[in-house]
């Protein structure tokens, strides 16, 4: 018996990624090999009955984890996906005046700008979830950006009824927002449930585990004994640490990240 | 009080929406609720504090949500926020809706995702504009659950008497919108009373505290009872396969189901209830999966057709009313064009009128508005150019109600009502009830691969002497040359023959298009490209010769003034009605209705004869040729791009 709860959360994905799919054209969906994206690329599988339709793009600084790239090439095999590899640029090209950390995930900011030049997408499917991060809370299912990829939280659209804003104009492109409702435990119940491929740096070793994956930088591990799926759900189920309080790049001022998103960070 | 193992298989969230005037403490009230409900990461209150010695300012629960600098600096939340937290009961999703009057966009996005409502007043200031405007918008959202509290009794020194007063009014405006409340509760938000512990401040209240109230609700159900309604969001193509997606939004269907489909009218039997990775058990989808579906039969269907049981469709209209919410800077008016949304429907609508505009304050009402500003309700009648599958609000929640669309941009949403219109598809049924349709083996496509192009009625309609006879006569003889099987049926001829027992009566005049219009669909779907030229004065005729054939039907407005016909006249029939010799003749005694939103405008005031016919004949040859129908109907191949 599958979980009520996940069916309903699957449902409602499968539905905006059709959505997306059918309204917004070309389209790409950004793949940075963690749980919560590897988890939508599952949902996309189900969305088209097995297919991907549509590129997946990891945003490369050369920066990630070593595990993370070797389970990427696995995976592309495995699954016969149609990966974008597209090169970030370089850490001398950011703005100087950011905190040094802030800067290097800036370059994932730049490099989805001339990703978009380039091949000139109106739609970028995006695998955040509100419950991450306050300023991601205020995030909508469609969000339109202009090209550059600003975000004018003090003017979104209205969004109700899953009618979404669909349609921008030829300066802005959308951000597609599939999981956005769904919560982290959520996506390791339904990683459990689907039995969907992970990469190994999430299980504990040695007492240590990641709990989310950035580069290698400015993500670090965190003490746990979790070394399966299940001690996992059940470390989550009682914890009080955030997601996010491995990334270092969140902390380093109060207003890092809100620059960061304004900005058109993911 | 942490999330616990034991809710690890209810439904979902159950989302709760918190409005109110501003200031009177919504986003404290949620603050509050998640560190009593120890739903806060460790640190979180302490990192806060420090922000707020920093900043010089006193330590504030609503700060734990203004997340951006913005809202720090203006002290009012700008957007929905959502916010997960956990009694012992369940889990929640609270909406932080805003309370200020330029948010009310925000609002609604974060009200409609709701199952319950909490409306916060300030127990040293009672209903305000906001409190008044809010509740109204629960009530239009269709959310049936809602709980009052009353906020800040710490300042009014737990006062039973003034929360008495504060209780009398609120439920008072209440009732007068038909809102009703279960749950009235006094609390403190800043000291913690009433909130997940009950607190000593209050001893005279005996009712709920709101940790209580939540769990007291019930999750909003979904509509698997409702008759099936399964709008088609996609139509795929694997190698022969061809699956039709989209969610079901009421009721169940399963395999082997015989589906009829909306507007087309057009029912096949379902095969195949697909999923991935695939599961060839599946008998049976309901209401809120997402699903995909294969068919028996190549019948044609594209997004925005509504699956159903055969016994109960929707009603097929092109009118209809609904009570709205404008969120646009730019007032709704009459005669404005607008893009609606339901479930995958998309269609282009014309207010036609203005009904009523509803002041949410007093709730007093105008009948002759003109326009509706931002922030402002009313009841409107809208028109579709094409018949559309229609359920109101109160019979089917989920596809009875509409989002209005300008250019790119969400203006405004509402409950659609059916009353006063009679459902299209029944009206049309016939008199008789032994009378059974022939079922053709010939299919519309085999037809149209036969001769290359569909059957179509193009219905030129104008003033006498405007020109529909020239140019369905030189259009006809232009595509048939381009091996269009064309025909003309002419106001002339048909008089003489089939209607040779009607005159000039309106009644007379509506007879007589019915009849034309029933003989243009019949031709239309043997095959041929229909040009109906007849004066068709009034706008409800030409919506029931469309009636006859909805998908292939294309109104052409022949457009000229009058001046100008009666300076033509080429029959010299002007001169005689003036002269009193023609009675009821249209322009002069009897009235033309110009059509609100034809599908083509000819203007032959303007342009020269060889103009006109070009644009028909393009704009024809895009409608019924082949290609563009066989591909819709095939459905798309999901491939890279």
């Given at each position: 018996?599958?979980?009520?709860?996940?069916?309903?959360?699957?449902?409602?994905?499968?539905?905006?990624?059709?959505?997306?799919?059918?309204?917004?054209?070309?389209?790409?969906?950004?793949?940075?090999?963690?749980?919560?994206?590897?988890?939508?690329?599952?949902?996309?599988?189900?969305?088209?009955?097995?297919?991907?339709?549509?590129?997946?793009?990891?945003?490369?600084?050369?920066?990630?984890?070593?595990?993370?790239?070797?389970?990427?090439?696995?995976?592309?095999?495995?699954?016969?996906?149609?990966?974008?590899?597209?090169?970030?640029?370089?850490?001398?090209?950011?703005?100087?005046?950011?905190?040094?950390?802030?800067?290097?995930?800036?370059?994932?900011?730049?490099?989805?700008?001339?990703?978009?030049?380039?091949?000139?997408?109106?739609?970028?499917?995006?695998?955040?979830?509100?419950?991450?991060?306050?300023?991601?809370?205020?995030?909508?299912?469609?969000?339109?950006?202009?090209?550059?990829?600003?975000?004018?939280?003090?003017?979104?659209?209205?969004?109700?009824?899953?009618?979404?804003?669909?349609?921008?104009?030829?300066?802005?492109?959308?951000?597609?927002?599939?999981?956005?409702?769904?919560?982290?435990?959520?996506?390791?119940?339904?990683?459990?449930?689907?039995?969907?491929?992970?990469?190994?740096?999430?299980?504990?070793?040695?007492?240590?585990?990641?709990?989310?994956?950035?580069?290698?930088?400015?993500?670090?591990?965190?003490?746990?004994?979790?070394?399966?799926?299940?001690?996992?759900?059940?470390?989550?189920?009682?914890?009080?640490?955030?997601?996010?309080?491995?990334?270092?790049?969140?902390?380093?001022?109060?207003?890092?990240?809100?620059?960061?998103?304004?900005?058109?960070?993911? | 009080?942490?999330?616990?193992?034991?809710?690890?298989?209810?439904?979902?969230?159950?989302?709760?929406?918190?409005?109110?005037?501003?200031?009177?403490?919504?986003?404290?009230?949620?603050?509050?609720?998640?560190?009593?409900?120890?739903?806060?990461?460790?640190?979180?209150?302490?990192?806060?504090?420090?922000?707020?010695?920093?900043?010089?300012?006193?330590?504030?629960?609503?700060?734990?949500?203004?997340?951006?600098?913005?809202?720090?600096?203006?002290?009012?939340?700008?957007?929905?926020?959502?916010?997960?937290?956990?009694?012992?009961?369940?889990?929640?999703?609270?909406?932080?809706?805003?309370?200020?009057?330029?948010?009310?966009?925000?609002?609604?996005?974060?009200?409609?995702?709701?199952?319950?409502?909490?409306?916060?007043?300030?127990?040293?200031?009672?209903?305000?504009?906001?409190?008044?405007?809010?509740?109204?918008?629960?009530?239009?959202?269709?959310?049936?659950?809602?709980?009052?509290?009353?906020?800040?009794?710490?300042?009014?020194?737990?006062?039973?008497?003034?929360?008495?007063?504060?209780?009398?009014?609120?439920?008072?405006?209440?009732?007068?919108?038909?809102?009703?409340?279960?749950?009235?509760?006094?609390?403190?938000?800043?000291?913690?009373?009433?909130?997940?512990?009950?607190?000593?401040?209050?001893?005279?209240?005996?009712?709920?505290?709101?940790?209580?109230?939540?769990?007291?609700?019930?999750?909003?159900?979904?509509?698997?009872?409702?008759?099936?309604?399964?709008?088609?969001?996609?139509?795929?193509?694997?190698?022969?396969?061809?699956?039709?997606?989209?969610?079901?939004?009421?009721?169940?269907?399963?395999?082997?189901?015989?589906?009829?489909?909306s507007p087309t009218n057009?029912?096949?039997?379902?095969?195949?209830?697909?999923?991935?990775?695939?599961?060839?058990?599946?008998?049976?989808?309901?209401?809120?999966?997402?699903?995909?579906?294969?068919?028996?039969?190549?019948?044609?269907?594209?997004?925005g057709?509504?699956?159903?049981?055969?016994?109960?469709?929707?009603m097929l209209s092109n009118i209809f009313k609904a009570?709205i919410?404008w969120?646009s800077n730019k007032p709704l008016k009459v005669g404005n064009s607008y893009t609606i949304r339901?479930?995958?429907i998309e269609s282009k609508v014309t207010v036609q009128s203005i009904d009523t505009l509803?002041?949410?304050?007093?709730?007093?009402t105008d009948n002759n508005a003109q326009s509706v500003e931002?922030?402002c309700?009313a009841e409107i009648t809208l028109r579709a150019r094409d018949s559309l599958p229609i359920?109101?609000?109160?019979?089917?929640?989920?596809?009875?109600?509409v989002?209005l669309y300008e250019g790119?941009?969400?203006a405004g949403?509402g409950?659609i009502s059916m009353e006063g219109y009679p459902d299209q598809r029944s009206s049309a049924k016939p008199k008789?009830?032994?009378?059974?349709?022939?079922?053709?083996?010939?299919?519309p496509?085999?037809r149209a691969?036969?001769f290359g192009h569909y059957g179509a009625v193009f219905w030129f309609t104008g003033l006498s002497g405007s020109g529909k006879s020239t140019l369905a006569v030189a259009v006809e003889k232009q595509i048939f040359e381009n091996n269009l099987n064309a025909y003309v049926l002419d106001g002339d001829n048909v008089r003489y023959g089939l209607n040779s027992d009607l005159g000039f009566s309106p009644e007379d005049r509506a007879e007589n298009i019915r009849r034309i219009g029933e003989v243009a669909a019949l031709q239309a779907n043997s095959g041929v490209v229909v040009l109906s030229a007849f004066i068709s004065p009034y706008q409800a005729d030409r919506e029931k010769a469309r009636a006859a054939l909805p998908n292939a039907f294309h109104e052409i407005y022949i457009k000229a003034d009058l001046a100008t016909c009666e300076g033509r006249d080429p029959k010299g029939l002007y001169k005689k009605a003036r002269g009193g010799d023609i009675k009821q003749f249209t322009g002069i005694d009897s009235p033309y209705e110009a059509p609100d939103n034809p599908d083509l405008i000819v203007d032959t005031q303007l342009n020269d004869i060889e103009t006109c016919v070009a644009q028909i004949v393009d704009y024809i040859k895009a409608n019924v040729i082949m290609d563009k129908k066989?591909?819709?109907?095939?459905?798309?191949?999901?491939?890279?791009?």
């Amino acid at each position: 018996m599958t979980d009520n709860n996940l069916q309903d959360l699957e449902s409602r994905s499968l539905y905006i990624i059709r959505e997306a799919y059918s309204r917004i054209n070309p389209i790409g969906m950004l793949w940075s090999i963690g749980k919560d994206s590897t988890a939508m690329l599952w949902l996309v599988k189900k969305a088209f009955f097995g297919q991907v339709p549509f590129p997946l793009i990891l945003l490369d600084t050369g920066e990630e984890m070593d595990e993370v790239y070797a389970f990427r090439d696995w995976l592309q095999k495995e699954w016969d996906l149609p990966v974008i590899n597209h090169i970030c640029p370089t850490l001398e090209e950011m703005d100087q005046t950011l905190p040094p950390n802030t800067r290097a995930a800036m370059r994932k900011t730049e490099g989805l700008k001339t990703l978009l030049a380039e091949h000139k997408y109106k739609g970028v499917i995006c695998g955040i979830r509100r419950d991450e991060q306050g300023l991601r809370a205020k995030e909508r299912v469609f969000s339109p950006r202009s090209l550059d990829g600003a975000w004018d939280f003090k003017d979104q659209p209205a969004e109700f009824w899953d009618q979404y804003k669909t349609e921008v104009p030829d300066d802005c492109h959308m951000r597609i927002h599939p999981i956005l409702h769904w919560t982290e435990l959520d996506i390791w119940r339904y990683t459990k449930q689907e039995n969907i491929p992970l990469c190994d740096l999430y299980f504990a070793k040695d007492g240590m585990r990641y709990r989310s994956l950035g580069e290698k930088s400015i993500t670090k591990p965190v003490p746990s004994d979790a070394d399966t799926l299940d001690k996992i759900i059940t470390e989550l189920e009682t914890t009080n640490t955030s997601e996010r309080a491995g990334r270092t790049m969140d902390k380093e001022t109060e207003d890092s990240f809100e620059k960061l998103r304004s900005q058109g960070y993911m | 009080m942490t999330k616990t193992q034991n809710k690890k298989h209810q439904k979902s969230h159950m989302g709760i929406v918190i409005v109110g005037h501003v200031d009177h403490g919504k986003s404290s009230l949620i603050g509050r609720l998640l560190y009593d409900t120890g739903s806060l990461p460790a640190g979180k209150k302490e990192e806060l504090e420090a922000i707020c010695e920093k900043r010089g300012q006193n330590f504030e629960w609503s700060f734990l949500l203004d997340a951006f600098q913005a809202e720090r600096d203006q002290a009012i939340t700008i957007d929905t926020t959502q916010i997960f937290f956990s009694t012992t009961a369940r889990n929640y999703v609270i909406i932080d809706a805003p309370g200020h009057r330029e948010f009310l966009k925000n609002m609604i996005s974060g009200a409609a995702q709701a199952d319950a409502g909490i409306l916060v007043v300030d127990a040293t200031e009672g209903v305000r504009e906001q409190t008044r405007r809010h509740a109204y918008m629960l009530h239009l959202l269709g959310l049936q659950q809602i709980a009052v509290v009353i906020n800040k009794m710490d300042k009014v020194n737990y006062d039973a008497k003034v929360f008495e007063a504060v209780k009398a009014e609120t439920i008072e405006y209440l009732k007068s919108i038909g809102l009703n409340t279960s749950y009235i509760v006094p609390i403190s938000a800043r000291e913690g009373d009433m909130l997940s512990s009950r607190g000593d401040n209050m001893p005279w209240y005996e009712g709920k505290s709101l940790c209580d109230v939540f769990d007291a609700f019930a999750y909003k159900s979904a509509p698997t009872d409702l008759p099936l309604r399964f709008p088609v969001q996609d139509v795929y193509r694997f190698d022969e396969e061809r699956v039709l997606v989209g969610r079901i939004e009421t009721g169940t269907l399963h395999k082997g189901d015989t589906i009829f489909f909306s507007p087309t009218n057009e029912k096949a039997t379902i095969t195949a209830i697909k999923n991935w990775p695939s599961d060839e058990s599946l008998m049976k989808a309901s209401a809120g999966q997402s699903i995909g579906i294969t068919l028996d039969d190549r019948i044609f269907v594209e997004r925005g057709h509504v699956g159903s049981s055969v016994k109960n469709p929707p009603m097929l209209s092109n009118i209809f009313k609904a009570n709205i919410f404008w969120l646009s800077n730019k007032p709704l008016k009459v005669g404005n064009s607008y893009t609606i949304r339901y479930g995958t429907i998309e269609s282009k609508v014309t207010v036609q009128s203005i009904d009523t505009l509803i002041d949410t304050q007093d709730l007093k009402t105008d009948n002759n508005a003109q326009s509706v500003e931002r922030n402002c309700v009313a009841e409107i009648t809208l028109r579709a150019r094409d018949s559309l599958p229609i359920d109101p609000h109160s019979t089917n929640p989920q596809l009875g109600r509409v989002v209005l669309y300008e250019g790119y941009d969400v203006a405004g949403g509402g409950l659609i009502s059916m009353e006063g219109y009679p459902d299209q598809r029944s009206s049309a049924k016939p008199k008789s009830e032994n009378i059974y349709k022939v079922t053709h083996s010939v299919t519309p496509n085999m037809r149209a691969e036969r001769f290359g192009h569909y059957g179509a009625v193009f219905w030129f309609t104008g003033l006498s002497g405007s020109g529909k006879s020239t140019l369905a006569v030189a259009v006809e003889k232009q595509i048939f040359e381009n091996n269009l099987n064309a025909y003309v049926l002419d106001g002339d001829n048909v008089r003489y023959g089939l209607n040779s027992d009607l005159g000039f009566s309106p009644e007379d005049r509506a007879e007589n298009i019915r009849r034309i219009g029933e003989v243009a669909a019949l031709q239309a779907n043997s095959g041929v490209v229909v040009l109906s030229a007849f004066i068709s004065p009034y706008q409800a005729d030409r919506e029931k010769a469309r009636a006859a054939l909805p998908n292939a039907f294309h109104e052409i407005y022949i457009k000229a003034d009058l001046a100008t016909c009666e300076g033509r006249d080429p029959k010299g029939l002007y001169k005689k009605a003036r002269g009193g010799d023609i009675k009821q003749f249209t322009g002069i005694d009897s009235p033309y209705e110009a059509p609100d939103n034809p599908d083509l405008i000819v203007d032959t005031q303007l342009n020269d004869i060889e103009t006109c016919v070009a644009q028909i004949v393009d704009y024809i040859k895009a409608n019924v040729i082949m290609d563009k129908k066989q591909n819709a109907s095939d459905g798309r191949i999901v491939s890279i791009k």
